[in-house]
Protein backbone atom coordinates (compact mmCIF):
# COMPACT_ATOMS: atom_id res chain seq x y z
CA UNK A 1 0.00 0.00 0.00
CA UNK A 2 1.63 3.20 -1.10
CA UNK A 3 1.58 5.91 1.66
CA UNK A 4 0.94 9.16 1.15
CA UNK A 5 3.48 10.75 2.34
CA UNK A 6 5.16 8.75 -0.72
CA UNK A 7 2.66 10.40 -3.18
CA UNK A 8 3.26 13.38 -2.25
CA UNK A 9 6.93 12.90 -2.59
CA UNK A 10 6.12 11.75 -6.45
CA UNK A 11 3.97 14.39 -7.11
CA UNK A 12 6.75 17.21 -6.30
CA UNK A 13 9.18 15.51 -8.35
CA UNK A 14 6.97 15.05 -11.13
CA UNK A 15 6.00 18.97 -10.48
CA UNK A 16 9.56 19.95 -9.81
CA UNK A 17 10.80 17.82 -12.79
CA UNK A 18 12.57 14.53 -13.16
CA UNK A 19 15.96 14.22 -14.44
CA UNK A 20 15.77 11.62 -17.13
CA UNK A 21 19.69 11.80 -18.30
CA UNK A 22 20.39 10.59 -13.93
CA UNK A 23 19.42 6.67 -15.39
CA UNK A 24 21.40 7.08 -18.50
CA UNK A 25 24.30 8.07 -16.32
CA UNK A 26 23.97 5.29 -13.89
CA UNK A 27 24.09 2.98 -16.65
CA UNK A 28 27.07 4.30 -17.99
CA UNK A 29 28.72 4.43 -14.44
CA UNK A 30 27.64 0.49 -14.66
CA UNK A 31 29.70 0.08 -17.80
CA UNK A 32 32.71 1.35 -16.58
CA UNK A 33 32.32 -1.12 -13.83
CA UNK A 34 32.09 -3.83 -16.02
CA UNK A 35 34.60 -2.58 -17.62
CA UNK A 36 37.08 -2.67 -14.99
CA UNK A 37 35.81 -5.63 -13.76
CA UNK A 38 36.79 -7.69 -17.01
CA UNK A 39 40.20 -6.91 -16.66
CA UNK A 40 40.13 -7.48 -12.49
CA UNK A 41 38.36 -11.03 -12.72
CA UNK A 42 40.24 -12.11 -16.02
CA UNK A 43 41.70 -15.76 -15.61
CA UNK A 44 44.33 -15.92 -17.69
CA UNK A 45 46.32 -14.55 -20.64
CA UNK A 46 44.39 -13.10 -24.00
CA UNK A 47 48.30 -14.26 -25.71
CA UNK A 48 48.39 -17.67 -27.03
CA UNK A 49 51.71 -17.65 -27.19
CA UNK A 50 52.33 -17.14 -23.29
CA UNK A 51 54.65 -19.06 -20.94
CA UNK A 52 50.87 -19.73 -19.36
CA UNK A 53 49.78 -22.16 -22.33
CA UNK A 54 53.53 -23.32 -23.37
CA UNK A 55 52.94 -26.71 -21.33
CA UNK A 56 49.05 -26.69 -22.46
CA UNK A 57 50.39 -27.02 -26.31
CA UNK A 58 53.28 -29.16 -25.87
CA UNK A 59 51.89 -31.30 -23.34
CA UNK A 60 47.93 -31.45 -23.64
CA UNK A 61 46.92 -30.78 -27.42
CA UNK A 62 46.45 -27.08 -25.90
CA UNK A 63 43.04 -28.37 -24.86
CA UNK A 64 42.99 -25.55 -22.31
CA UNK A 65 43.59 -23.06 -24.67
CA UNK A 66 40.79 -24.59 -26.70
CA UNK A 67 38.40 -24.38 -24.16
CA UNK A 68 39.24 -21.06 -23.02
CA UNK A 69 38.59 -19.75 -26.44
CA UNK A 70 35.04 -22.08 -26.82
CA UNK A 71 33.74 -20.40 -23.45
CA UNK A 72 35.04 -17.26 -24.21
CA UNK A 73 33.47 -17.25 -27.39
CA UNK A 74 29.80 -18.26 -26.29
CA UNK A 75 30.26 -15.11 -23.46
CA UNK A 76 30.96 -12.82 -25.89
CA UNK A 77 27.60 -13.92 -28.00
CA UNK A 78 25.73 -14.10 -24.62
CA UNK A 79 27.19 -10.59 -23.94
CA UNK A 80 26.09 -9.15 -27.42
CA UNK A 81 22.65 -10.97 -27.18
CA UNK A 82 22.11 -9.23 -24.23
CA UNK A 83 23.25 -5.64 -24.80
CA UNK A 84 21.43 -5.71 -28.02
CA UNK A 85 18.07 -6.53 -26.05
CA UNK A 86 19.25 -3.67 -23.91
CA UNK A 87 18.97 -1.24 -26.37
CA UNK A 88 15.79 -1.94 -28.09
CA UNK A 89 14.24 -1.76 -24.60
CA UNK A 90 16.18 1.51 -24.41
CA UNK A 91 14.88 2.74 -27.81
CA UNK A 92 11.19 1.02 -26.44
CA UNK A 93 11.20 3.17 -23.13
CA UNK A 94 11.53 6.65 -25.63
CA UNK A 95 8.47 5.36 -27.82
Known amino acids: MIKLKELLEEKEQLNEGIDLHSHVVLVKSQLDRFRNDLDAKRGGSFDSDS ?45
Open 51 to 95: VEYEHDRWHNDSKMLKGRDKKLGQWEKKVNKALNGFIKDYEKAWK
